[in-house]
């Protein structure tokens, strides 16, 4: 039995791949030797991202710009990928939209686009992934987030999809695990300097309480969830599926606590100062 990771010339797809966590993700990736491919709305950013993995050593760089809330447009994507990469060995799912909005104040169209990017993305990622993935013997992980379990005030959007997200984990590690196909969600928890991170906690005093709130005493580190991925994608994790992993410092363990409640609080707070 191995005991190591080996992903030299594996096809690995990040999908939202081009910034923050998962482009730490897609950099690990490329930095193994693997040939990676990401994707993401913007051309610019995929670009700089290809550029930055094959300076990092992947055997292979390519991507494409698409909007996962079109299903069309990720089919036709991930068939480019599958054309230049052959077979999915690993596939991470993980672009993401969040703000925070009362559910009073934001509109429908607000929380749908959301649930839009989260939850369908995910859906159309991995239903136009299907095809393509190495059967068996791929690894599907999902990018989830504490919202999944935890309720925030001023995140019903974000709770809702991403607890959608898990438990499409949970259901397709049954469906696709006959045929080879392992699927986990991995759970960051709090990512310095990470566009959600900015996001929410905008001040010094939030990002303090949140840091206050961490077992572990530090926020995370890209590395420290794209260690997680690599792990669950490697021969070392053949027997680990439907899984939600939390890579969280422990945050878990406290609960939402007053910072399910804080984020209430600061919008509150802004609605009466408007
Ligand atoms: C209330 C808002 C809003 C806000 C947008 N909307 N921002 N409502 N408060 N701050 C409303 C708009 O008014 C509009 O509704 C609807 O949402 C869609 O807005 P658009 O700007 O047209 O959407 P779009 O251009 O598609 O952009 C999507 C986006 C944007 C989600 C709004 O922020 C984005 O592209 N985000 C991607 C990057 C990101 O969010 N990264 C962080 C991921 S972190 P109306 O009714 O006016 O049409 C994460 C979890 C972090 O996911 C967990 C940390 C612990
Ligand atoms: P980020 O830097 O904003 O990354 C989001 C990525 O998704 C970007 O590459 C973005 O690129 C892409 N994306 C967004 N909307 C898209 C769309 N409609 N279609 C295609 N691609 C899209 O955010 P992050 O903070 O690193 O978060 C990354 C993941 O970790 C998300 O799934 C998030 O929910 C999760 N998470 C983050 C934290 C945290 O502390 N940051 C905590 C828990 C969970 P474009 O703008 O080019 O589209």
Request: glycine share 12%; hydrophobic share 45%; net charge negative.
């Amino acid at each position: 039995m191995t005991r190591e990771m080996e992903f030299r010339d594996r096809s690995i797809i990040v999908i939202g791949g081009t910034s923050g966590i998962n482009r730490g993700i897609a950099e690990a990736f490329a930095e193994s030797g693997a040939k990676v491919a990401v994707a993401s709305r913007s051309q610019e950013k995929v670009d700089d991202t290809v550029a930055a993995l094959k300076d990092r050593g992947a055997a292979k760089a390519l991507g494409a710009a698409f909007d996962v809330r079109n299903p069309e447009a990720v089919a036709a994507g991930l068939a480019g990928f599958n054309a230049e990469l052959g077979d999915f060995d690993v596939l991470i799912s993980g672009a993401a939209g969040n703000f925070p909005a009362l559910m009073s104040e934001m509109s429908v169209n607000a929380f749908r686009t959301v649930v839009e990017i989260d939850l369908m993305g995910t859906v159309h990622v991995m239903k136009g992934a299907y095809p393509y993935l190495k059967k068996p013997g791929a690894s599907i992980v999902n990018i989830s987030a504490p919202q999944a379990y935890l309720p925030y005030e001023g995140q019903a959007h974000v709770c809702a999809a991403k607890a959608g997200v898990d438990q499409i984990t949970r259901t397709l590690s049954m469906e696709w695990g006959g045929e080879g196909v392992r699927v986990n969600s991995v759970v960051p928890g709090f990512i310095d300097g990470t566009e959600g991170a900015k996001r929410l906690a905008p001040t010094e005093e939030i990002r303090q309480q949140v840091l206050d709130s961490v077992p572990l005493g530090r926020m995370g580190l890209p590395d420290d969830v794209a260690n997680m991925c690599l792990f669950l994608s490697s021969d070392l994790a053949t027997y680990v599926s439907g899984c939600v992993i939390n890579v969280d410092g422990a945050v878990y363990q406290r609960g939402s606590g007053y910072l399910g409640q804080q984020m209430g609080d600061m919008l509150r707070a802004m609605r009466k100062s408007n």
